[in-house]
């Protein structure tokens, strides 16, 4: 059984530009939830995703989408990149109802 | 309503110390209590967690002290080692999505 996989592990873009990060749930989770971490703070949820639909989402801007696809990976897209993206962006899997297990994270440094 | 609090910011411990971080919520609405552990560079780790019809969970040296009518939830580590030196998280959620409410953090740091 494999864990939560996220990629790329660091990115660093500019202001204005767009980005894409991607996550591989655990086998057999269904569900997929995106945070962002700031430093010194704890994630703060973006959004989830439960078979290809969007489930829930939290204090974010519209330029914060995302897609499932039907083996679950997930992917997140930030639009019009701020420099207060700068986050640590974690990924979650889970079932429909239950513990959520974190991926290691894609560092994000806007400039 | 959404919030979590967490106390305290940081905390020192010697080895084999207790260490005991609290957190408080508000919405009465919260049905579901974890704990994460989290190391520099690494994704939050679920270390324990408990719903509200129990007020206590024990799992190895991690215990969870949950007081419903005080609506506040606390992680006592027994015998702290200092590969127990990370940054925990308390954290709640509700049924719905099920999207998890963190508090801030408590650094700890266990001292050989």
């Known amino acids: 059984e494999t864990g939560v996989t996220q990629s790329p592990t660091h990115l660093i873009k500019t202001r204005g530009q767009q980005v894409t990060l991607r996550c591989s749930s655990q086998?057999?989770?269904?569900?997929v939830s995106w945070y962002q971490q700031a430093l010194g703070q704890g994630p703060q949820f973006i959004f989830q995703?439960?078979?290809?639909?969007?489930?829930g989402r939290g204090n974010f801007p519209p330029r914060f989408s995302g897609l499932q696809f039907p083996n679950y990976s997930s992917e997140l897209n930030v639009n019009a990149l701020e420099l207060d993206d700068s986050a640590l962006y974690l990924c979650a899997s889970s079932m429909r109802v239950g513990e959520q297990f974190f991926g290691p994270g894609t560092r994000l440094t806007v400039l | 309503q959404q919030q979590v609090k967490q106390s305290p910011q940081s905390l020192i411990v010697q080895k084999g110390g207790i260490s005991i971080i609290n957190c408080a919520y508000e919405?009465?609405?919260?049905?579901?209590f974890p704990w994460y552990q989290q190391f520099p560079g690494k994704g939050p780790a679920l270390l324990i967690a408990?719903?509200?019809?129990?007020s206590e969970k024990k799992e190895g040296r991690f215990t969870i002290s949950f007081n419903k009518s005080a609506k506040q939830f606390s992680l006592h580590i027994m015998d702290s080692q200092p590969g127990d030196s990370a940054t925990y998280f308390c954290?709640?959620?509700?049924?719905?999505?099920?999207?998890?409410?963190f508090g801030k953090g408590t650094k700890l740091t266990v001292n050989p």
């Open positions: 954290a709640a959620s509700m049924k719905g999505p099920e999207k998890l409410v």
């Open positions: 086998s057999g989770h269904n569900t």
């Open positions: 919405n009465t609405a919260f049905d579901y």
């Open positions: 408990i719903r509200p019809d129990v």
């Open positions: 995703y439960y078979r290809e639909e969007e489930n």
